[in-house]
């Protein structure tokens, strides 16, 4: 198993930036990447960025590039995401997710599927 345990939120106003932190424990050495969600009321969870552990390949949804970057620190068993040009419509809370090695060819990294572990979620809030 895998705790990830998410900090950084809060609220801020439109243009600011913030960096969420995500820090993994427990059986950390599954882990093969890590992503970003988000949720908004009434919505459903949304992909956000991903990041292959090793490698560091990373996938980005088309709202977010440009202004969000995931890092990660391995030693730490850490990653992050630095958001900046915060928008009222990036409000949600952010949850952070882990997946272990593939079991079939085919991996979607962009979907909430692949991921075995999560978060308990920070908020994110920005006023216009």
């Known amino acids: 198993q895998v705790q990830l345990v998410e900090s950084g939120g809060g609220l801020v106003q439109a243009g600011d930036s913030l960096r969420l932190s995500c820090a993994a424990s427990?059986?950390?050495?599954?882990?093969?990447?890590m992503g970003w969600f988000r949720q908004a009321p009434g919505k459903e969870r949304e992909f956000v960025a991903a990041?292959?552990?090793?490698?560091?390949?990373?996938n980005y949804a088309e709202s977010v590039q440009g202004r969000f970057t995931i890092y990660k620190d391995n030693a730490k068993s850490t990653v992050y995401l630095q958001m900046t040009g915060l928008r009222p419509e990036d409000t949600a809370v952010y949850y952070c997710a882990a997946r272990g090695p593939p079991r079939t060819v085919l991996v979607v990294n962009t979907s909430p599927y692949e991921y075995d572990s999560w978060g308990q979620g920070t908020q994110v809030t920005v006023s216009s």
């Open positions: 990041i292959k552990w090793s490698g560091g390949n990373t």
């Open positions: 427990g059986r950390t050495f599954r882990i093969a990447g």
